[in-house]
C-alpha cells in the first residue's frame, strides 16, 4: 500500500471532520444553507487566488467537467443530508449517507482498478463499520421511508469522490475551483427553487470561514490521497471524519462521548492499520 496515498487519506478525515465541526458551530448561528454557500464561495476565491499565485497549468476541458459532476454531486449531496436532517432523520441521516458514500466507491474501484489485497477488504468492512458506530447509528431500525434522502445523499457523496479522482489527474487546484462553481450554483438553485434561506447572519462568518478553509484543504488532500494511490482506500479513509467531529466536541464543547463510539474510533484505527499492509 502507498504510504502516502494513506496519510493524505487520514489527513482529509482530520480535515474534513474539523471542517464539519466548525461548520456545525456555523449552523448554530445561521441557516445551513447560507452556511454552505457562503463558505463554498470563500473557498472559492482562495482556490483561484492560490491557481494564479501557484500558476498550476490548466487542465484539459474534460477533466473541468469531471471536476463540475463532482461539484454538484457534491452540492446536490449537502442539500439532500440537511433535507433529512431537517425532517427529524439525524439519527440514521449521518450514518447512512457515510457509509454510501464510502461504500460505492468501494464497489467502482473494484471493477476499476480490480480487488485490493484481503487484508485492505476487511479493513474496508471495519471502517464501514466504524463510520456507522462513530455516527451513533447502532441500534436504529432501518425503514425504507425513512433512509430514502440519506441514501440519495449518499450516492451524490460517492459522485464527489468518484468523478473528483477523475478530474484531479493532472492538477488538483483548477478541478477544486470547478467543483466549487458548480456546488454553488446548484446549492443556491436548490435554495432559491425551495424557497430557503441563503443569506448567512453576521456572527457566523468566522466559523464559516474556518470551515471553508478547512473543507477546501480536505478535498485537496483527498485529490492527493486518491492520485497516489486507489480512489477506494482514499473515499473510505476520508469517510472516517466522524471521528475527527465527535473528538473535537468532546474536547472542545465537553460533549459526552459514548462507550460505543469509543469502540467505534478504535475500530477505525484497527481498520487503518489493516488498509495500510
Known amino acids: 500500500m502507498e504510504y502516502s496515498a494513506v496519510f493524505y487519506g487520514l489527513a482529509c ?9 466548525s461548520g456545525g458551530m456555523a449552523v448554530k448561528r445561521t441557516n445551513p444553507y ?48 440537511y433535507s433529512a436532517l431537517a425532517s427529524g432523520q439525524m439519527s440514521i441521516a449521518s450514518p447512512v449517507s457515510a ?11 473494484a471493477f476499476s482498478d480490480g480487488l485490493p489485497r484481503a487484508s485492505t477488504l476487511i479493513g474496508f468492512g471495519l471502517a464501514l463499520a466504524a463510520v456507522w458506530v462513530i455516527s451513533g447509528g447502532v441500534g436504529v431500525k432501518l425503514q425504507i421511508e425513512r433512509i430514502s434522502l440519506p ?24 478541478p477544486l475551483v470547478a467543483t466549487r ?11 432559491i427553487i425551495t424557497r430557503q434561506p441563503w443569506i448567512p447572519t453576521r456572527d457566523s462568518w468566522v466559523p464559516i470561514i ?26 473510505v479513509l476520508g469517510s472516517l471524519y466522524p471521528g475527527s ?19 467505534g474510533i478504535v475500530i477505525a484505527l484497527v481498520a487503518i492499520v489493516l488498509i495500510t499492509l
Open 181 to 191: 462553481v458548480s456546488s454553488i450554483t446548484s446549492l443556491l438553485s436548490f435554495s
Open 34 to 81: 447560507g452556511a454552505v454557500i457562503a463558505a463554498h464561495a470563500v473557498s472559492l476565491v482562495m482556490l483561484l487566488t492560490l491557481g494564479v499565485i501557484t500558476g498550476e497549468a490548466l487542465p484539459p476541458t474534460r477533466d473541468l467537467l469531471w471536476a463540475c459532476v463532482a461539484g454538484v454531486g457534491g452540492g446536490i449531496g449537502l442539500a439532500l443530508l
Open 245 to 263: 467531529t465527535v473528538l473535537l466536541a468532546w474536547f472542545i464543547l465537553k460533549e459526552r462521548v459514548s462507550p460505543l463510539q469509543m469502540i
Open 151 to 174: 441514501l440519495l445523499s449518499g450516492m451524490c457523496f460517492a459522485a464527489f469522490f468518484i468523478f473528483l479522482d477523475r478530474g484531479s489527474g493532472q492538477s488538483i487546484l483548477w
Open 210 to 235: 474556518i470551515s471553508s478553509l478547512l473543507d477546501s484543504a480536505g478535498n485537496a488532500l483527498y485529490a492527493m490521497s486518491a492520485r497516489m494511490g486507489r480512489m477506494d482506500v482514499a473515499a
Open 99 to 109: 457509509l454510501v458514500a464510502a461504500g460505492l466507491p468501494v464497489l467502482f474501484g
Open 13 to 21: 478525515a482530520v480535515v474534513w471532520g474539523a471542517g464539519d465541526f
